[in-house]
């Protein structure tokens, strides 16, 4: 937790609370159902939940935004945002029924009202949406081309236009052309310490 206050300090007392209750819950939940990996597990709070929260870094979401998670897993990034962001409706939307099984349960424990756990492939999901975040579920030209046109334009939403935020690291240079669309990258290490992040990068498509 002193992680994550390190560089959110303007935390309310509910959303500390939310954010110190997922270290417990997911080991918990991970000795049932594996969704984070051994190794990573103690060090859930930096590899995950920071990790996660670089999108806030580059992008606030605006109250009523609604944004999908593709590919959560246990809930990454999803969860975390939807702790910072309470007045943004999250679907986290993943292919395996166990993981948003944990997905839904954790977010029940922790009173996280603003998230909703879909058991889907992507590209049979129904609606749109201002923004789809991700961490690393593809390359992302195949990525674009699952969710698309899944995206409302628009330009209310957030500190950014409608699009995907998308967590990945190393060298992106020849991925990024091969996408075929408009992009930024943000550094990570811009944001947070550490030798965890020194490749990392949020990259930024604009709908």
């Not at 990996?37 to 109250?63: E, N, T």
């Not at 292919?95 to 998230?115: F, P």
């Not at 811009?190 to 992040?197: L, Q, S, V």
């Amino acid at each position: 937790m002193e992680l994550i206050l390190k560089y959110f300090p303007e935390l309310t007392a509910v959303q500390r609370e939310r954010f110190a209750a997922l270290g417990a819950l997911y080991r918990e939940w991970n000795d049932r159902i594996n969704v984070v990996s051994r190794k990573d597990i103690d060090q859930l709070y930096l590899r995950h939940v920071l990790h996660g929260l670089a999108i806030a870094k580059v992008c606030a979401f605006h109250p009523g935004a609604r944004v999908l998670d593709v590919g959560c897993g246990g809930g990454f990034p999803g969860i975390p945002l939807a702790i910072l962001f309470p007045e943004v409706r999250f679907t986290l939307v993943d292919s395996i029924g166990k993981k948003i099984r944990v997905v839904r349960e954790i977010s029940r424990a922790a009173g996280i009202l603003n998230v909703e756990g879909v058991h889907s492939r992507v590209e049979q999901m129904p609606g749109k949406f201002d923004f789809v975040v991700s961490r690393a579920v593809t390359e992302m030209k195949t990525f674009i081309g699952w969710v698309w046109d899944k995206i409302d334009r628009g330009e209310a939403a957030g500190t950014l236009p409608n699009g995907i935020l998308y967590l990945k690291g190393g060298d992106l240079r020849d991925e990024l052309q091969a996408a075929g669309k408009p992009y930024r990258t943000y550094e990570i290490a811009d944001f947070f310490d550490g030798e965890f992040f020194e490749t990392k990068k949020v990259v930024y498509f604009g709908r």
